[in-house]
């Protein structure tokens, strides 16, 4: 690991509100290089934050501190991030209303939800709205078309997309792709048992009900879809911060012999020990709080992070030209494949003839 990355672990464990030791021997700061790392890994805000707990607590020396032009623009940056946020919460109260309104009941994934684990909630980057409706998905999106005239778009495998306020939402009728993978199927079986089985929490948005998932529903969901976005692609760091705060929140609450298991059946459990161990290294997570399943194989956890912070295929996805669109495809399907035997139970050449004729039946997705 580069100084960079060291300031950074340091910087985003003090931010969630963790003990960040600044270490002697760090030296001259490129701090162009550590907001710039920040920024990508989704964690700038939340680096500002410990950035500023370090300064108040006397740990970073003056001379070893951001300039007052790299500050400002940092600061600028969060500020958009601020505001984001709140067009997005915004979006998500005006959704529910109407979901409310009209006899549907609104499961929140990820995002905003996730988002109130962490010390200052507007902090951590919000993107797409996912949410679930108990299966009623077809009818709320009918709805939607003849009400208020929104166009829907279907071309995705496992949920609708439409936009509210300009923000993208994410209506799922399964909580993964099941046309990817054949073992796919059996957890979204679990996942969509979970899903209804277990309390779920609610919370009010400004006068609007809104349910968050379960425990152990949400760790066996958010675990499952980091897997396969680090698999098919890749993920930053936020997703490892997500997972942590998650832990630190509901920790208590999960049935972590049901997700070892189930974790161990679907041949995931080497991943979760690996992000429960780099939970523990370098964001200061209580090992108690990971049900006792933190890995012991630091040179597989180190491989995971690194290839969160310099993927080992770190190509960027060309546009345009259909061919190279594929072959680039190609290509990083068969350098992930390491990530893909950590994750999967499935094997290599399974998953290809699913895949391939999942892209036959939503072509758009091939350029996606």
Not at 137 to 155: N, S, T
Request: glycine share 8%; net charge neutral.
């Amino acid at each position: 690991m580069s100084n960079t990355h060291e300031i950074l672990f340091c910087l985003t464990r003090a931010g969630l509100g963790g003990v960040g030791e600044w270490s002697s021997g760090i030296g001259k700061v490129e701090w162009a290089e550590v907001i710039k790392l920040a920024a990508v890994q989704g964690v700038l805000a939340i680096a500002w934050d410990g950035l500023q707990k370090l300064i108040a607590e006397g740990k970073i020396p003056a001379e070893q501190q951001p300039s007052r032009d790299q500050m400002l623009r940092w600061l600028a940056n969060i500020d958009s991030i601020e505001k984001s946020y709140a067009r997005q919460k915004a979006a998500i109260r005006k959704l529910a209303s109407f979901y409310d309104r009209n006899g549907f009941r609104m499961m929140l994934l990820k995002g905003y939800g996730l988002s109130l684990c962490y010390p200052t909630p507007e902090h951590r980057p919000c993107g797409d709205i996912d949410i679930w409706l108990y299966g009623r998905q077809q009818e709320a999106d009918a709805l939607l078309r003849e009400k208020h005239g929104v166009k829907i778009d279907e071309d995705k495998h496992h949920h609708t997309t439409f936009t509210v306020n300009g923000i993208l939402v994410e209506n799922h009728y399964d909580f993964i792709n099941v046309h990817s993978h054949a073992s796919n199927v059996e957890i979204e079986r679990e996942l969509k048992r979970l899903a209804v089985a277990s309390e779920s929490k609610q919370i009010d948005v400004e006068g609007t009900p809104i349910t968050l998932p379960a425990p152990d529903f949400n760790a066996l969901f958010l675990l499952k879809h980091m897997a396969a976005h680090f698999a098919a692609i890749e993920i930053g760091f936020r997703h490892i911060c997500d997972w942590a705060v998650f832990v630190r929140a509901y920790g208590d609450k999960v049935d972590w012999d049901l997700l070892k298991t189930t974790a161990t059946q679907f041949n995931m459990h080497r991943f979760l020990g690996a992000v429960n161990r780099i939970c523990v290294d370098r964001l200061g997570i209580d090992e108690s709080m990971c049900g006792g399943f933190v890995g012991e194989d630091r040179a597989l956890a180190e491989r995971i992070l690194n290839d969160i912070l310099v993927p080992e295929f770190g190509e960027q996805q060309p546009k345009g030209n259909p061919v190279k669109v594929v072959w680039f495809k190609w290509r990083r399907w068969w350098a992930n494949r390491w990530k893909h035997r950590l994750v999967y139970r499935d094997s290599l050449g399974a998953t290809f003839v699913h895949q391939v004729i999942a892209h036959l039946r939503k072509p758009k997705s091939i350029w996606g």
